[in-house]
């Protein structure tokens, strides 16, 4: 849609909010073609001109500048669907960072 110069359609489409940023694309196209860049454009573009975008987007950030995390962590199921923490899997706790007003502050700065 880019090449055929249908950027405002995609602005407006919501499927620049779909891709995951996992970069497959990126790290395995033969031809050296990387859509996530020209996605990560967009959506730059699209939250400039206060374009809507997914509701959950400004939860994550909020959550990421209050707490250090996207989300607190929370209770797994196992195959056996028995709930597990990280504690009951021998995994480390997964706290904050340790100054969290200095990581907010930094997170702001990179949001400018
Ligand atoms: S476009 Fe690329 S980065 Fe986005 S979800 Fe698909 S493979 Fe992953």
Redesign the pocket.
């Known amino acids: 849609m880019v090449q055929r110069g249908l950027v405002e359609e995609l602005l407006r489409s919501g499927v620049i909010w779909m891709?995951?940023?996992?970069?497959?694309?990126?790290e395995r196209c033969p031809s050296g073609v990387a859509?996530?860049d020209i996605?990560l454009e967009l959506r730059n573009i699209a939250v400039e001109r206060g374009l809507p975008f997914p509701e959950g987007y400004s939860t994550l950030m909020f959550s990421v500048l209050e707490q250090g995390m996207i989300q607190a962590p929370q209770e797994v199921a196992t195959r056996q669907m028995e709930l597990v923490d990280r504690e009951k899997l021998g995994l480390p706790s997964a706290t904050s960072p340790r100054d969290m007003a200095k990581f907010s502050r930094a997170m702001e700065k990179v949001m400018e």
Request: glycine share 0%; charged share 20%.
């Open positions: 891709c995951a940023l996992c970069l497959k694309c990126k859509p996530c996605i």
